[in-house]
């Protein structure tokens, strides 16, 4: 499948943290031909990247586990090279190539993302980057409690800061 869909000129990027939102992307980089939901296998979430300008606070990142049950939840756009450029600038580091899966069972070996080698501890995000990026989950159609859920280990935190 990817071979037939990487031609005209056009590229996949994988979306995972604010680029999720269907708001922040169009503010990026304008209209995209296409997005589907797709899965980073082999890779966690966390939240270890400092984004102090725009977000003031840390945000989505991915690490690599090599475990197959791991999975990150998140959107594959059809862009052109200059909108993957723009996104590039705009992260501040270079796309690197993954492979994810279709909700078909199809997936796309080449698709572009971006992720950070940070050794930094995790940190809870800020909680306008956590309202966006629940937004962009339920608009791409993954259900609220699955948005949620990924910031759900803060939750725990939370609750057991307050009970000491």
């Known amino acids: 499948m990817s071979s037939a ?3 005209q000129g056009k590229v996949w990027y994988f979306a995972y943290g604010s680029n999720l939102s ?6 990026r980089v304008g209209q995209w031909q296409l997005s589907k939901r797709a899965l980073a ?5 966390v939240f270890n990247h400092l984004s102090e300008k725009q977000w003031k606070g840390y945000v989505a990142n991915l690490e690599e ?9 998140g959107v594959v756009y059809r862009i052109s090279p200059e909108q993957l450029n723009t996104l590039e600038r705009i992260e501040g580091t270079r796309p690197l190539e993954i492979r994810v899966e279709l909700e078909d069972g199809n997936e796309i070996s080449h698709a572009r993302t971006f992720l950070w080698k940070s050794t930094e501890k995790e940190k ?18 993954y259900g609220e409690d699955r948005a949620r859920k990924i910031f759900e280990r803060f939750s725990v935190d ?3 800061k307050k009970s000491t």
């Open 158 to 160: 939370e609750g057991r």
């Open 41 to 45: 296998r082999n890779y966690r979430l």
């Open 22 to 27: 269907v708001d922040v992307m169009k503010k």
């Open 65 to 73: 586990t090599g475990n197959f049950e791991d999975t990150v939840p």
């Open 124 to 141: 809870e995000p800020p909680k306008e980057y956590k309202r966006v990026m629940e937004e962009g989950l339920v608009q791409h159609g």
């Open 5 to 7: 869909l990487s031609t």
